[in-house]
């Protein structure tokens, strides 16, 4: 057992002291307070004077600018508007020389018409505000022509009352569907760039190991398969680690911004309420996954002798990866579909596609336990069988281009 630890911790300082782990780590972490306060910064860099929000506007009938800029008000927005004495021509020109960002023309006696002028026809969120003001005023002064009195307005406009239920039972509602949607999806992406990232890992370790001759050293005073196994762990506590860092990171990073989780972006993704079991199931899902996908890396990692050689062999375990995203990304918008039900119960892509399910749908507790059953069933058994490859693949040099020498490998171990 002494010998597992040292393995153990050999693999695990080994590539937590690496460059490219320290590198890549700071590097989501700052992303992380970056995106939480973007737009702190965007606004830090437009500057908070008032001439940053006041638009000159070109009224040329003399009675829209104070209504606008009371619907302006009224909709709570900080655009300001004001009067230009200046001509259309000379606010082009202050446009042209980079003065001035942009200005707007009012014109029209029957109906609002409205021309906002811009350095760039890009979609703009000031013109998007003012649209949607004038849009306002229009309407009321229509109403007003039209001598209809306020209630009969607000009956005109009122929204349609349209509730969505569904009948199957593991269905969730809309609301729920909205609360929910969002986490499951950055979770998704989570287990998805772990299961690629930290298996690779390995393999490149183990390769690392056979092709710098290290690998006879130590399998002479450890067994390969304690070996193995130690080299998963070791790695595998790593990648908990990096998660818990990014986790701690993603929650200081909104602490930061002043978000409570119900604004802005965060109420559009649905992370305003969720469930623990949630969160329960992406730990789970991801261990899974991670072992999974660690031991057939491992494996593979032990038929190569170069490096070079590694992305090579992964291949297939890539493909089986890129699937199962594949499948749990379109099953975002249709969860209940029956090709999502029945990869979540194949156990290469059941860390992705039950995940989803469990998140998206009030399912039945036994559908995910049994996926869970299958999972360790597979992993038992791909234990069992990567130990006998990988005791005979340690053992293997020269150059390894197929799955064949699988064969050849157990041979090799079986012998010795």
């Known amino acids: ?35 939480a306060n973007l737009p702190s910064i965007i606004e830090s860099f437009n500057g908070n004077d008032n001439s940053q929000q006041t638009l000159q506007v070109v009224d040329e009938t003399g009675q829209y600018t104070e209504a606008l800029q009371a619907q302006l008000n009224q909709q709570g927005s900080s655009i300001q ?46 013109a998007a505000e003012l649209e949607n003001a004038l849009q306002n005023l229009q309407t009321a002064r229509v109403a007003e022509q039209l001598e209809l009195e306020e209630t009969e307005l607000a009956q005109l406009f009122a929204p349609v009352g349209m509730e969505r239920e569904a009948l199957a039972e593991s269905s969730k509602s809309q609301e729920e569907l909205s609360q929910a949607r969002g986490l499951v999806y950055i979770l998704i992406m989570v287990i998805y760039i772990a299961v690629i990232y930290y298996p690779n890992m390995i393999a490149m370790e183990v390769a690392n190991e056979k092709s710098s001759r290290v690998m006879e050293i130590l399998i002479s005073s450890v067994s390969p398969v304690k070996h193995m196994f130690a ?21 200081l990073a909104i602490q930061s911004s002043g978000s ?79 090709y999502v039900t029945i990869a ?10 039950m995940f989803l399910r469990v998140g998206l749908l009030d399912i039945p507790l036994w559908e995910p336990l049994l996926s869970i059953a299958i999972m360790l069933l597979t992993i038992g058994i791909l234990g069992w ?32």
């Open 385 to 416: 069988f990567g130990a006998r490859v990988y005791r005979g693949g340690v053992l293997m040099y020269g150059s390894s281009q197929s799955l064949k020498d699988i064969r050849r490998a157990i041979k090799l171990g079986n012998g010795k």
């Open 260 to 338: 409570d989780l119900t604004e802005g972006v965060f109420s559009v993704m649905g992370f305003s309420e969720v469930k623990f079991s949630t969160f329960f199931y992406a730990i789970l899902f991801f261990l899974l996954g991670y072992f999974l996908y660690a031991v057939l890396a491992a494996l593979l990692g032990s038929l190569v002798s170069r490096t070079e050689d590694v992305q090579q062999l992964m291949l297939p375990m890539m493909v089986l990866i890129i699937i199962a995203s594949f499948i749990s990304f379109s099953g975002i918008s249709m969860p209940e579909a029956g």
């Open 81 to 126: 508007v004001d009067a230009s004495a200046l001509s259309e021509e000379q606010l082009r020109a202050d446009v042209e020389s980079g003065d001035r960002d942009a200005f707007l023309v009012l014109e029209g006696d029957n109906g609002i018409t409205a021309r906002y002028i811009a350095q760039s026809a890009t979609e703009s969120a000031q």
């Open 231 to 251: 080299k998963i762990a070791g790695i595998g506590s790593l990648g908990i680690l990096q998660m818990m860092i990014f986790a701690l990171a993603g929650y």
């Open 344 to 353: 979540s119960y194949i156990p290469f892509f059941a860390p992705l596609v």
């Open 1 to 35: 057992m002494y010998s597992f630890w040292i393995i153990f911790k050999q693999a695990f300082k080994t590539k937590a002291m690496t460059k490219s782990f320290m590198i890549t780590t700071l590097v989501v972490v700052a992303s992380f307070f970056l995106l």
